[in-house]
């Protein structure tokens, strides 16, 4: 019967860690969403200002800030639907709460086990009874956590003593590092990316050449082709 319940209390143990580390996971998203799109509408406020102030008119600079300023428009507006529809900061949310739930649950069960381990009686139908309390707790839920965030939790407690297969980690050292590495920037890669191409898209206007004022050079070329070369000495 002990063993049953430990059995219980592990799947208890290992669900609420998942969704806790999902939760934690969903909120560094929402913060990193958060910063950059508020920095992507501020960016495409200040270019507006550059392009107004340093931009020649009818530059290459002046067409591709442009350009560049409605990319930028289009861009963010996507990414806030997408961002508002996934309601990262209410899933996030509701597994925090289900994890607690869950983690209440594992104290009853450690104290249950520690009550027939000291010599106390419990019958099966009690060990049935929260087995199946802790099907309802987690079915309550209607998000789940993803692999990485169960990966995640068997990375940080691999040498537990639930998780020994023959007295040895089941998880290797390397592979627990992989999965904690994964974990971590799994949360942030997404808008990495996205500044990563933000930035690509200003190199072009490191070219000095962007940013001459068109109508110079046509007056000036304009004054050469005028020019008249006279001749050295008149014809005789």
């Known amino acids: 019967m002990i063993t049953s319940l430990t059995k219980v209390r592990t799947d208890v143990w290992r669900t609420s860690s998942a969704r806790y580390n999902a939760a934690r996971r969903l ?13 992507l509408s501020s960016l495409t406020v200040a270019i507006a200002f550059i392009q107004r102030i340093y931009a020649p008119p009818s530059s290459q600079a002046d067409n591709y800030l442009t350009a560049l300023s409605g990319f930028l428009g289009v861009f963010l507006l996507t990414i806030s639907l997408v961002e508002w529809g ?9 597994l925090h ?3 607690e739930k869950l983690n209440d649950l594992q104290r009853k069960i450690g104290l249950k086990t520690g ?3 000291s010599g106390g009686t419990m019958t099966w139908n009690e ?7 802790y099907k309802l707790l987690k079915a309550e839920c209607r998000f789940n956590h993803e692999p990485i965030d169960d990966a995640y939790f068997k990375a940080h407690h691999r040498n537990a003593p639930e998780f020994l297969i023959n007295g040895n980690p089941a998880m290797s050292e390397r592979q627990a590092f992989w999965y904690a590495t994964r974990w971590k920037i799994s949360s942030i890669w997404y808008f990495t990316g996205l500044w990563f191409i933000v930035l690509g898209l200003a190199l072009p206007l490191k070219s000095t050449e962007w940013w001459e004022n068109p109508n110079t050079n046509s007056a000036q070329a304009e004054a050469t082709s005028a020019t008249v070369i006279s001749p050295t000495s008149p014809l005789k």
Not at 27 to 39: I, M, P
């Open 27 to 39: 909120r560094r998203r929402e913060l990193f969403a958060t910063v950059s799109l508020a920095l």
């Open 86 to 94: 996934a309601k990262t900061g209410a899933t996030a949310e509701a």
């Open 97 to 99: 709460q289900n994890a």
């Open 115 to 117: 009550l027939l381990s």
């Open 127 to 133: 060990v049935d009874a929260l087995a199946d309390e």
